[in-house]
């Protein structure tokens, strides 16, 4: 059997993923069940539309559950304590200035669970977080991203 993927979270980010667990299995899995008895009641299942996206919502809800369940059954926690503060890693937030214009960007590199580029959360996976790991304050980094090289300095990370 292959090795299951690790799944490299905070304590914050697990949480959340048991919240959306927990209200999937108590709340939104009896609202598609409720659902599919009220389109099943409408007749005809050939011709249901309402029956058959509510198979579908049903499938979806049911898939995602099996998501979560290996998200947070492989889940590797982030602990700040574990590396030095002054070395870019997994849990750290980093500020860097853009070169050679200056313009300052902050982000914290999580888990790809977690991931929010909107709210300044970047997987470790990325390219911007590839380039990052292992480096430290006043490092110049190239980064590789999909509108092309971009040259950066970090100038703090937390």
Not at 75 to 104: H, Y
Not at 120 to 144: F, H, R
């Amino acid at each position: 059997m292959a090795e299951e993927k690790k799944h490299y979270m905070t304590m914050d980010g697990k949480r959340k993923l048991e919240e959306e667990l927990e209200f999937l299995k108590t709340e939104r899995r009896k609202e598609v069940v409720e659902r599919i008895k009220i389109a099943r009641s409408f007749g005809d299942l050939s011709e249901n539309s309402e029956y058959d996206s509510a198979k579908e919502e049903q499938a979806f809800v049911e898939g995602r559950i099996i998501q979560l369940e290996k998200m947070i059954r492989n889940a590797v926690m982030i602990e700040d304590e574990a590396t030095s503060a002054n070395v870019v890693s997994l849990g750290k937030t980093v500020k860097f200035i853009e070169l050679p214009n200056g313009d300052e960007e902050e982000y914290t590199i999580v888990g790809s669970a977690e991931s929010d580029p909107a709210e300044g959360k970047i997987s470790n996976d990325s390219p911007m977080a590839q380039s990052l790991l292992g480096k430290g304050v006043n490092d110049q980094v190239i980064v590789n991203t999909p509108g092309g090289e971009m040259e950066i300095k970090i100038i703090d990370i937390r």
